[in-house]
């Protein structure tokens, strides 16, 4: 899942995502990025051809991070509360530090015309579903999370109640500290999960 992207790149990306956030999907052109970034339209199109690619180019770059810190988060223990815990912390601290991003990955409307855009928000819905699900199996399993409702409905369900709690910060602009709300969100959820 790793994309490989260069330095300027990410830079670019970075740069899109803060103009995501103050100005919207509208506000992302080639000359207010250029403006941002401080160098010529042409030189963004050396790294990316348009609007569309810089944006799958960073929800794709988002979920091949979102990967690789789930992989080494949830490598140092098999709890499956804690692992819930870890898996959800690490997510609001990422956005906590990067709130560029939240926009592309929450914000309804993002080019919904694009089926590559809509694909890479899928690959990092499905990197999220691949790390929960095993929590959720191994936690019925062990009678740590309730068996009264079925796995794929409680993934469903803790996956909608983090995102509202992202989507209430994102248009809330930020206003609130993520990671302490975030806390009580997943605290909430575990009390409402537990068998």
């Known amino acids: 899942m790793k994309e490989t992207i ?8 970075e740069a899109a995502g803060k103009i995501l956030t103050h100005s919207g999907v509208k506000g992302l052109t080639t000359k207010n990025l250029a403006k941002e970034m401080g160098f010529s339209e042409a030189a963004i199109y050396r790294h990316f051809g348009s609007k ?3 944006i799958v180019a960073m929800l794709l770059y988002i ?10 988060t949830l490598a140092t223990t098999d709890n499956p509360e804690i692992q819930f815990k870890k898996l959800f912390q690490n997510q609001f601290n990422y956005f906590g530090a990067n709130p560029h991003f939240v926009v592309a990955v929450f914000a309804d409307g993002l080019l919904e015309e694009s089926e590559l855009i809509n694909q890479s928000i899928l690959k990092i819905m499905e990197v999220k579903m691949k790390y929960l699900m095993p929590i959720i199996e191994a936690g019925q399993a062990e009678n740590v999370f309730t068996s009264n409702i079925p796995k794929e409905d409680l993934v469903h369900i803790i996956m909608g109640s983090i ?3 992202m989507y209430k910060w994102r248009i809330s602009n930020f206003r609130f500290d993520i990671v302490k709300k975030g806390d009580e969100i997943i605290q909430s959820i575990l ?3 537990k068998a």
């Open 52 to 54: 569309e690619k810089i």
């Open 163 to 165: 995102r509202l709690q």
């Open 6 to 13: 260069t330095e300027r790149q990410l830079e670019l990306i």
């Open 191 to 193: 009390t409402t999960i």
């Open 63 to 72: 979920a091949a991070s979102m990967d690789e810190r789930y992989r080494v």
